[in-house]
């Protein structure tokens, strides 16, 4: 690719051209990006085409709860292979933060808060350590400097609160952050966003409950609010900043929707 938005174009243009299959070479950014691409104008281009993934980036996230291997020498016989699985996909749209509206889609995860605000950091700096480093050191160096925000969150017709945040997370997979398991409940065919609600707390408590994200036993902390749900609108008068999949994109006002089924997956070969 040549410039940020390259791999939605090379793809949408793919899969006009008659081709099955799209494979994204990279991190989750890259991931994002081609899964933008098998959609236009609101719906997908081909319904029965397949999407690949060939991890090698700073970030690779998604692939954990797929079952891709990390190791590239595996993934050809991934490629080859006949094990296809329906994914669900979010969709979301979100302030641009210059007058306009952004529309975009994700496989993986969505959040705002500290996520924004930290993803925004490590892409501004060295990404030399790996994801695993980039993203922690990111992530303490925002909590260290994060204020809260105060954010109206409705989850369909079920939930409706005005709450300070450190983070909301909307998630269809379960890692994010260079291996936070952040929601360890997730399934990518359910129909369902995982949504964690993580309410303000002080940056000693931030700072210790930063092991218990890459353990998945922060769902038990009394200051996280678990939900599961289709949609989820939030607005703040507050700037509130998205991470989508590692990338900072856009701001609040935002809606997120789930769309069920939405991308046949190649994943591992199950017996």
Same mark, same amino acid.
């Given at each position: 690719?040549?410039?940020?938005?390259?791999?939605?174009?090379?793809?949408?243009?793919?899969?006009?051209?008659?081709?099955? #299959? /799209?494979?994204?070479?990279?991190?989750?950014?890259?991931?994002?990006?081609?899964?933008?691409?098998?959609?236009?104008?609101?719906?997908?281009?081909? =319904?029965?085409?397949?999407?690949?993934?060939? =991890?090698?980036?700073?970030?690779?996230?998604?692939?954990?709860?797929?079952?891709?291997?990390?190791?590239?020498?595996?993934?050809?016989?991934?490629?080859? $292979?006949?094990?296809?699985?329906?994914?669900?996909? $979010?969709?979301?749209?979100? +302030? @641009?933060?210059?007058?306009?509206?952004? %529309?975009?889609?994700?496989?993986?995860?969505?959040?705002?808060?500290?996520?924004?605000?930290?993803?925004?950091?490590?892409?501004?700096? &060295?990404?030399?350590?790996?994801?695993?480093?980039?993203?922690?050191?990111? &992530?303490?160096?925002?909590? !260290?400097?994060?204020?809260?925000?105060? /954010?109206?969150?409705?989850? @369909? %017709?079920?939930?409706?609160?005005?709450?300070?945040?450190?983070?909301? /997370?909307? +998630?269809?997979?379960?890692?994010?952050?260079?291996? #936070?398991?952040?929601?360890?409940? +997730?399934?990518?065919?359910?129909? *369902?966003?995982?949504? !964690?609600?993580?309410?303000? #707390?002080?940056?000693?408590?931030? *700072?210790?409950?930063? =092991?218990?994200?890459?353990?998945? &036993?922060?769902? %038990?902390?009394? @200051?996280?609010?678990?939900?599961?749900?289709?949609?989820?609108?939030?607005?703040?008068?507050?700037?509130?900043? !998205?991470?989508?999949?590692?990338?900072?994109?856009?701001?609040? =006002?935002?809606?997120? %929707?789930?769309?069920?089924?939405? #991308?046949?997956?190649?994943?591992?070969?199950?017996?």
């Amino acid at each position: 690719t040549q410039a940020v938005g390259h791999a939605t174009e090379l793809t949408r243009r793919a899969l006009h051209d008659g081709f099955e #299959m /799209v494979v994204a070479v990279g991190g989750d950014g890259t991931i994002n990006e081609v899964v933008n691409g098998f959609f236009e104008s609101g719906s997908r281009i081909n =319904p029965h085409a397949t999407f690949g993934v060939a =991890p090698c980036g700073t970030g690779c996230d998604f692939i954990k709860t797929i079952g891709i291997p990390k190791e590239i020498e595996s993934v050809p016989q991934i490629l080859c $292979g006949k094990t296809v699985r329906k994914c669900d996909v $979010g969709r979301f749209t979100c +302030a @641009d933060g210059q007058g306009g509206n952004i %529309e975009r889609y994700f496989i993986n995860i969505a959040d705002f808060g500290i996520g924004g605000e930290a993803v925004a950091r490590v892409n501004n700096t &060295t990404k030399a350590f790996g994801g695993f480093a980039s993203f922690l050191i990111g &992530t303490v160096g925002t909590l !260290l400097s994060y204020k809260s925000k105060t /954010v109206k969150i409705q989850i @369909d %017709e079920t939930y409706e609160e005005e709450v300070a945040i450190n983070n909301v /997370v909307v +998630a269809n997979g379960q890692y994010f952050g260079g291996g #936070m398991w952040i929601a360890p409940n +997730a399934q990518i065919d359910d129909g *369902l966003f995982d949504i !964690l609600i993580i309410k303000h #707390m002080g940056r000693l408590k931030s *700072l210790t409950s930063i =092991p218990k994200l890459y353990k998945g &036993t922060h769902l %038990e902390n009394p @200051d996280v609010t678990y939900r599961k749900g289709r949609r989820l609108v939030a607005d703040s008068s507050d700037v509130v900043l !998205l991470d989508v999949e590692g990338e900072q994109i856009g701001r609040l =006002p935002a809606r997120f %929707e789930i769309l069920p089924a939405a #991308m046949n997956v190649k994943v591992a070969n199950t017996k």
